[in-house]
């Protein structure tokens, strides 16, 4: 599978309708995750250049920022493919206290009622050295609430043993009723597995190009 773009489409804030939300048939896979977990990294990791804005401070992403990715082959092909690559307001921390993870979940909810239209499918990130939080499983269950399709990728295993990983990934598993997919920004470790997830996502949405 070749990575041929991405490329930056348009921010979506609460309040109505989120405006510039493309609605062209083609696939939206979203990142959700708390914040700091890893969501605009790994966007970064997968399409191999500082397209989302990080920051080491958490509650960063404050929009639902929609990234157009295109690629050739694998998965999702044969020939050349696209999708869009979603990445949501975290969870758990927001500056300005309650009134403030107020909008960014009205953020994050105004996204999934204006793309409800497409072909949509949510990654769950959660930080592998932290498996079972209530807010994880409460975000699964909000996931689940709104009728979202979800699949769970562990972020950071790289900072994990070898026993830690099997240890918190069955936990993980456990909590979330599913297993979750291992991958690492940092190492690369588990990306083209993502890749692989996310062609099989956009592979039968149509139109292709």
């Known amino acids: 599978m070749k990575l041929l773009s991405a ?3 348009t921010s979506a804030a609460a309040g109505g ?3 510039g939300i493309p609605h062209d048939g083609l696939a939206h896979v979203a990142l959700a995750g708390r914040s700091n977990v890893g969501k605009s990294t790994l966007i970064n990791a997968l399409c191999r250049t500082k397209i989302a804005r990080t920051s080491a401070a958490p509650g960063k992403t404050r929009l639902a920022n929609l ?3 295109g690629l ?3 998965a999702g092909g044969p020939g050349r493919w696209s999708t869009y690559i979603v990445d949501l307001p975290g969870y758990g921390y927001a500056r300005g206290g309650a009134s403030s993870a107020d909008e960014l979940r009205a953020v994050a909810e105004a996204y999934f009622r204006e793309a409800a239209d497409a072909r949509r499918v949510t990654l769950l990130l959660v930080d592998a050295r932290h498996p079972g ?3 994880d499983l409460a975000a699964a269950h909000w ?3 709104m009728g979202v399709e979800r699949k769970v990728v562990a972020t950071k295993v790289d900072k994990l043993s070898r026993a830690e990983r099997a240890r918190n990934l069955r936990i993980i598993g456990d909590v979330l009723g599913m297993a979750a997919l291992p991958v ?3 190492s690369g470790e588990g990306l083209d597995a993502l890749w692989t997830t996310i062609a099989t996502i956009a592979r039968d949405v149509v139109p292709r190009g």
Do not use: C, K
Request: zero cysteines; glycine letters at 14%; hydrophobic letters at 35%.
């Open 7 to 9: 490329d930056f489409v």
């Open 17 to 19: 309708r989120a405006h």
């Open 67 to 69: 990234y157009r990715v």
């Open 72 to 74: 050739e082959g694998g």
């Open 133 to 135: 939080l209530e807010t």
């Open 143 to 145: 996931l689940d609430g």
């Open 184 to 186: 690492s920004a940092t």
